[in-house]
């Protein structure tokens, strides 16, 4: 039996890989479950994608247009999103840098190889 230990941590601590040219991502993860803080540049695209995980992306800061099915939609700050594991996604970064905090589960494995 595996004893529960509770963990915690703060992003101010947590290292920042640059995934590429104005993208940078913190990445927390447990046996079923992670956590991604991005901090993206304006006007930065995400191209569409899907993925077999569940996703929440929390905005928490800026303005960014999503591409979800057919159908596009601005979030800002405070807007929490469910993307169904398989749905297709992608992302505009708008006026200013925003700040997006994806959770995922099981967590993403292909995440945790190096960016290259």
């Given at each position: 039996?595996?004893?529960?230990?509770?963990?915690?941590?703060?992003?101010?601590?947590?290292?920042?890989?640059?995934?590429?040219?104005?993208?940078?991502?913190?990445m927390?993860?447990?046996?079923?479950?992670?956590?991604?803080?991005?901090?993206?540049?304006?006007?930065?695209?995400?191209?569409?994608?899907?993925h077999s995980?569940?996703?929440?992306?929390?905005?928490?800061?800026?303005?960014?247009?999503?591409?979800?099915?057919?159908?596009?939609?601005?979030?800002?700050?405070?807007?929490?999103?469910?993307?169904?594991?398989?749905?297709?996604?992608?992302?505009?970064?708008?006026?200013?840098?925003?700040?997006?905090?994806?959770?995922?589960?099981?967590?993403?494995?292909?995440?945790?190889?190096?960016?290259?």
């Amino acid at each position: 039996m595996t004893e529960l230990t509770m963990q915690a941590w703060n992003w101010g601590t947590i290292p920042r890989e640059v995934l590429r040219e104005g993208v940078v991502r913190q990445m927390i993860y447990g046996e079923r479950l992670m956590i991604c803080r991005l901090t993206i540049s304006a006007g930065t695209t995400v191209p569409p994608h899907r993925h077999s995980h569940e996703q929440f992306t929390i905005v928490e800061r800026g303005r960014v247009r999503y591409v979800l099915g057919t159908d596009e939609k601005v979030f800002g700050p405070g807007d929490v999103i469910l993307l169904p594991g398989g749905f297709w996604h992608g992302a505009t970064m708008l006026e200013e840098e925003a700040v997006l905090v994806d959770i995922f589960s099981p967590i993403r494995e292909d995440f945790l190889e190096p960016a290259r």
